[in-house]
């Protein structure tokens, strides 16, 4: 039932989210940060090509949008990976950035 | 992999004169809470069989079902966007040092360098 591709969603929902009304940082509405994930995102094409492409991870055809077969491109999968993996990356490093933002201007206000 | 986004995101540090590293419980306390959230993502999407690891090219030494190197995954991933995150803020400050104010939320680095 495509568990994967419900929770890669849900991701990109809590830390957008997150980003815009619990650390207020902002960023998506930012150029800084699209402009970092544009560099960002190109090199998880490459890396995650290759870790996807190699067979080093493995996905369920159960668990994700194609058919779980490995190929460049279609089948529910961009440059090897599984498009949700881009949700995944978009996520983990949105969250990251927000909280190291959000600590920053914290550290600001209290010195 | 983790070695490619290694080389390719720490000379950023140097080239952009980063304040990144001399802030290391900053880096910390930003890289734990998205790091912990996806590894427990992870932990239960593994052990539901949503995805695994080639034993044939993963170290063979595991924590509660994952590779090793799949725990480095999570804090070097978030640090290489951090510092691109930090040399994008550089160079959009750069860019609008002399022109009007910048439309968008751009990081005053100045504050965070330690004097």
């Known amino acids: 039932m495509n568990s994967y591709t419900t929770a890669a969603t849900l991701a990109v929902l809590v830390a957008i989210l997150a980003d815009l009304f619990i650390l207020r940082t902002a960023l998506v509405r930012s150029r800084v940060w699209w402009t970092a994930y544009a560099i960002i995102v190109a090199f998880q094409l490459i890396t995650n090509g290759w870790l996807t492409g190699r067979g080093i991870v493995r996905y369920s055809g159960n668990a994700i949008l194609g058919s779980g077969r490995i190929v460049f491109l279609g089948d529910g999968r961009i440059a090897y990976a599984p498009v949700e993996d881009l949700a995944f990356g978009f996520a983990l490093v949105l969250l990251s950035c927000a909280a190291w933002v959000w600590l920053g201007a914290r550290i600001r206000s209290t010195r | ?115």
């Open chain 2, 1 to 115: 992999m983790l070695a490619f986004v290694l080389i390719g995101a720490l000379p950023l540090h140097r080239y952009y004169r980063l304040s990144v590293f001399r802030q290391p419980l900053r880096v910390f306390l930003a890289i734990v809470p998205a790091a912990g959230l996806f590894i427990v993502w992870d932990l239960v999407a593994t052990a539901a069989g949503q995805w695994h690891f080639d034993p044939a090219q993963t170290f063979a030494a595991r924590w509660w079902g994952l590779p090793l190197e799949e725990y480095a995954f999570f804090v070097v991933i978030p640090l290489a966007g951090i510092l691109t995150f930090e040399a994008v803020s550089v160079v959009c400050a750069r860019l609008h040092e002399s022109g009007p104010p910048a439309p968008t939320i751009i990081p005053d680095r100045t504050n965070f360098d330690a004097s």
